[in-house]
């Protein structure tokens, strides 16, 4: 019988990371006969270590391929997957155990339907990592504003049938970091006319640790992924895309007091911080 869920995890050199976040699937509340999870070695050092204690637990497939990005792995893991639907999560994700169950009622609502949920900072010690997800948490609140129609989801919580992943293209190729594919994909699925549906309680934890010399090449590459994401929509509509209006900004930095972080002028310097370095990753892409 084939399984109900594939669920991908492209990696590359991160076996801890990895060892977790099957460990995380084992403990999933959904049952093991309907699922199969699929690791991509996106061109590092074998897994073996990280996966081998798993065998007995989760139906885990290890594939390799040469070294061209998460949106490449994972267009990999599915092209082997044997699910009716296929879910994404990161290496450095810790799935909630009712992750794939929350997932499950929501995709049941249309075929052509893309779900995810809620992504959360793990490493609250971390004042780097907090702010990184802090800011995706307010591009969720910002992007997702109408409550009818969700227009943005991150690739580490998320999940569609099959077949309308592959009907869309998949992720593109072409964006060779983790860096706007998910918010690309995302905006042809609706451009498509497909829906996409928030998942409240299909809950991912982040736990990805960050210095500020990795959160500033972080943000910096996510400006690369960005003037990329803006050439790929501008060719696809014919049109320029327009720039987030000053409110994007001011609502940024006020975020840390609205949320009711601590230390909340701390965070939104980092934040300042964040789209500084995203700028410059932009206008670093547009020049080359």
């Known amino acids: 019988m084939s399984p109900a869920f594939s669920v991908i995890i492209p990696t590359y050199q991160r076996p801890e990371e990895l060892s977790k976040c099957l460990a995380a699937l084992s403990g999933l509340d959904y049952p093991r006969e309907r699922l199969e999870v699929i690791v991509v070695n996106d061109g590092g050092r074998p897994m073996d270590d990280a996966i081998d204690p798993f065998l007995g637990h989760l139906n885990v497939t290890s594939v390799s391929q040469k070294h061209s990005g998460p949106a490449a792995a ?113 905006d042809r699925w609706t451009h498509s006319g497909k829906r996409i549906v928030y998942a409240e309680g299909a809950i991912v934890r982040h736990s990805h640790r960050l210095t500020l010399c990795s959160f500033w090449r972080q943000h910096f590459q996510y400006g690369r992924g960005a003037h990329r994401y803006r050439q790929a929509r501008a060719q696809r509509d014919a049109i320029p895309v327009k720039v987030e209006p000053l409110r994007f900004y001011t609502g940024l930095l006020r975020y840390p007091w609205t949320a009711g972080v601590p230390r909340p002028l701390r965070t939104a310097t980092l934040l300042f911080i964040a789209q500084l370095a995203n700028a410059m990753g932009f206008f670093r892409e547009k020049t080359r």
């Open 74 to 186: 994972r267009n990999t893991g599915v092209a082997r997957a044997q699910g009716t639907y296929v879910a994404f999560t990161d290496d450095d994700c810790r799935p909630d155990p009712m992750w794939l169950t929350e997932l499950e009622v929501q995709l049941g609502a249309g075929a052509e339907v893309m779900v995810g949920g809620p992504v959360v900072n793990k490493l609250e010690d971390n004042v780097y990592s907090a702010a990184s997800q802090l800011l995706v948490t307010y591009l969720y609140q910002y992007y997702n504003a109408n409550g009818r129609q969700t227009l943005f989801l991150a690739s580490n919580n998320m999940a569609m049938a099959r077949d309308a992943f592959l009907a869309a293209g998949g992720f593109d190729a072409r964006f060779p970091r983790a860096a706007a594919e998910d918010r690309e994909l995302c």
